[in-house]
C-alpha cells in the first residue's frame, strides 16, 4: 500500500450504531488530521494529531472521537450519530519539520458515511 | 483571520478551452498556497503548489503565480479536456504554522465537454 488509506470507503449506520473509520498512512509523517465534507460546504478540519498528540479539535461533538496509537494509524471512532453527520470524512497526513513552515497534505480517499 | 475565495462554480467549457479559476487569499504574512483536485468519487489530491511570492506552481499543464501585490493564486490551463472535469480547491497554509490544518476554499466543479 502507498500513500494515504482509508477503510471502509463506504458506511451506513444507524443513529444507535457504534463504528470506527479507520486511517492508515505509508510515508513516515508525523501529522494526521480528519476533515469533513459535506455538500456545499467548505471542508471542516475535525482534529490535528501531530506526533500522536491531539493538537486541535475544532468544536467537534463528543459523538465523534478520535484515536492516534501511533504516528501511522489515526482513527474517527462514531456514536450515536445524526443524519446531518453524513458527508465524506477524509484523512491527511502531512510531515512537521521545525523550520520548515509549508504545510503539504497528502489525503486519502476518504469514507462515505450514511447515517439513517 | 486566514480566508480563501475562490470563484463560483460550476465552470462549463468545451474541449481545447482556456481555464482560468479565480483565487484570493486574506493572510498575515507569507502563506504558502495550493491547488487541490478532487475527481468523482475519490479524495483530494495536490495539483500544485507555491511557497513564496511570484513562485509558480505547475503540473499535467495546470499554473498557478503566487501574487503578493493582488493575494491570489489563479489557476489556468491553456486547454482543457475531458478528464480535467473535476472539483478543484484552492488552499494556504498559514506562515509558520506546519502540521495545522490548511483553509480552504469552497472548491470549484469544472465540467469539460467533448
Known amino acids: 500500500e502507498t500513500g494515504v488509506t482509508q477503510t471502509p470507503r463506504h458506511l451506513v449506520m444507524g443513529m444507535t450504531n457504534k463504528k470506527s473509520l479507520k486511517c492508515e498512512q505509508h510515508?513516515?509523517?508525523?501529522?494526521m488530521y480528519w476533515y469533513k465534507q459535506s455538500a456545499k460546504k467548505p471542508l471542516e478540519l475535525m482534529f490535528v494529531?501531530?506526533?500522536?498528540?491531539?493538537?486541535e479539535n475544532n468544536s467537534v461533538p463528543s459523538r465523534f472521537s478520535p484515536e492516534c496509537p501511533n504516528s501511522s494509524h489515526l482513527f474517527l471512532h462514531l456514536h450515536t450519530l445524526q443524519p446531518e453527520d453524513s458527508a465524506l470524512y477524509l484523512c491527511?497526513?502531512?510531515?512537521?519539520?521545525?523550520?520548515?513552515?509549508?504545510?503539504?497534505?497528502?489525503f486519502g480517499p476518504g469514507t462515505r458515511l450514511t447515517v439513517l | 483571520g486566514n480566508s480563501v475565495t475562490q470563484m463560483e462554480g460550476p465552470v462549463t467549457l468545451s474541449e481545447e478551452a482556456f481555464l482560468t479559476i479565480n483565487c484570493t487569499y486574506t493572510?498575515?504574512?507569507?502563506?504558502?498556497l495550493f491547488w487541490y483536485v478532487q475527481y468523482p468519487g475519490e479524495g483530494l489530491q495536490l495539483l500544485l503548489k507555491?511557497?513564496?511570492?511570484?513562485d509558480k506552481g505547475s503540473n499535467k499543464g495546470f499554473e498557478a503565480t503566487y501574487r503578493k501585490e493582488t493575494t491570489s493564486f489563479h489557476l489556468e490551463k491553456g486547454s482543457v479536456q475531458v478528464s480535467d472535469s473535476a472539483v478543484y480547491f484552492c488552499?494556504?497554509?498559514?506562515?509558520?504554522?506546519?502540521?495545522?490544518?490548511?483553509?480552504f476554499g469552497k472548491g470549484t466543479t469544472l465540467s469539460v465537454s467533448s
Open positions: 488552499a494556504l497554509s498559514p506562515p509558520n504554522q506546519a502540521g495545522t490544518a490548511l483553509i
Open positions: 491527511a497526513s502531512s510531515q512537521e519539520t521545525s523550520g520548515i513552515w509549508y504545510n503539504e497534505q497528502f
Open positions: 510515508l513516515g509523517h508525523n501529522a
Open positions: 507555491a511557497t513564496k511570492a511570484d
Open positions: 494529531y501531530n506526533f500522536k498528540e491531539q493538537t
Open positions: 493572510a498575515t504574512g507569507y502563506p504558502s
